[in-house]
């Protein structure tokens, strides 16, 4: 199977980086995404490029959405884009189409609550500036539902995430609930899988990063790079970043396949995904030595965000869920 991007994603790919870097840089350390910058995102189509055109969206495919969000993890960039996206895709498959073209033409914003372990029907939102709705998902439910009145935020996550706390009687009636197992299945996948795409992301940035400071730092009368030790290590990050794209590329390829095929290739992409980018984070730490845990540089910044991602997500449960999956192979054949 052919993984390389056509001439129409190669160029969507820098369409983005280009919009990124001169709009939201990683370099000027941007927590909050401004009406601004949110209109101008919708405006790109990232909230709604896989949905369909009667929804507001572009008619694209999932492959395309993480070639987008692979530039997303690759800058950091803040705010409830995905979980925005991930509601507007509900609402769409629930035929709820005003809804979910408001969500897409950046009308409104969606914050993500999460239950809290040990919390009885306790909630932790996510990104809440600004969301009118909050969407929950659980293994066999998801919903929306108007944000609350009053909610006290705070930047409780050290990658600047906002949190706030709530319960679900808080939240009030739902303003759209789906409990068909296939559909949440798939809006599952979607976060899933697009969660996959900016922790590839961030295995690029951190290897690209590694290795360029690994040629201009000096020691010894040579850059460090030159040492068996860091040049090892490096290579081990590229070969963790090419398995992180190629992992998630597949996973979104045949997310339309059979059910249990497309969840364990999600997982699968989870997983090698969380792994991957744990180990990149921590070894673009490692190279930059002392200075990757200051705040003069960005390395602290790609570990700090993998750990939002990947709890959010709940991926470190995914390799125990993959092994408890039968096999591809086995599932399509079936």
């Keep these: 199977m052919d993984f390389l991007p056509d001439t129409d994603q190669d160029s969507l790919v820098q369409a983005t980086r280009h919009y990124i870097d001169s709009h939201i840089p990683l370099s000027e350390n941007i927590t909050r995404l401004d009406d601004v910058r949110w209109k101008e995102i919708a405006e790109l189509g990232w909230l709604g490029l896989a949905t369909e055109e009667e929804a507001g969206g572009a008619g694209a495919a999932l492959l395309d959405e993480v070639f987008v969000f692979r530039e997303i993890g690759r800058a950091l960039v803040p ?112 976060l899933s899988i697009l969660t996959s795409a900016q922790l590839a992301g961030i295995c690029g940035a951190t290897r690209d990063l590694a290795s360029e400071y690994a040629k201009g ?29 190629n992992v998630t590329f ?7 396949t059979d059910g249990t095929a497309a969840r364990y290739h999600a997982l699968a992409a989870a997983a090698c995904c ?23 540089d960005h390395a ?15 991926f470190d449960r995914a390799a125990q869920l993959l092994g408890g999956l039968p096999s591809a192979q086995t599932s399509e054949e079936a």
């Excluded at 969500?103 to 914050?111: D, P």
């Excluded at 939240?171 to 949440?184: M, Q, S, Y």
């Excluded at 602290?300 to 709890?311: E, M, P, S």
């Design 79 to 190: 705010g409830p884009i995905l979980t925005t996206l991930a509601a507007a895709r509900l609402a769409a498959w629930a035929e709820r189409t005003a809804l979910a073209r408001a969500m897409i033409g950046g009308q409104t914003r969606v914050a993500r609550a999460l239950p809290l372990s040990g919390a009885d029907g306790r909630l932790l939102l996510l990104d809440t500036e600004e969301c009118e709705y909050v969407l929950v998902v659980g293994d066999d439910r998801a919903a929306l539902y108007s944000g609350p009145s009053h909610t006290q935020t705070n930047p409780g996550l050290e990658d600047g995430t906002s949190v706030g706390h709530v319960t679900l009687a808080d939240l009030g009636h739902a303003v759209l609930a789906v409990d068909d197992g296939l559909t949440v299945g798939r809006l599952q996948r979607v």
């Design 217 to 245: 730092r000096t020691q010894f009368g040579k850059p460090i790079g030159a040492f068996q030790a860091i040049k090892h290590k490096c290579a081990d990050m590229a070969t963790s970043a090419l398995a992180a794209d």
């Design 250 to 256: 597949f996973a979104a390829l045949t997310n339309d």
């Design 274 to 296: 969380r792994r991957a980018a744990f180990a990149n984070a921590r070894s673009n730490i490692q190279i930059h030595g002392a200075m990757g845990f200051t705040v003069e």
């Design 300 to 314: 602290h910044r790609f570990l700090k965000r993998t750990h939002t991602l990947c709890t959010t997500e709940s």
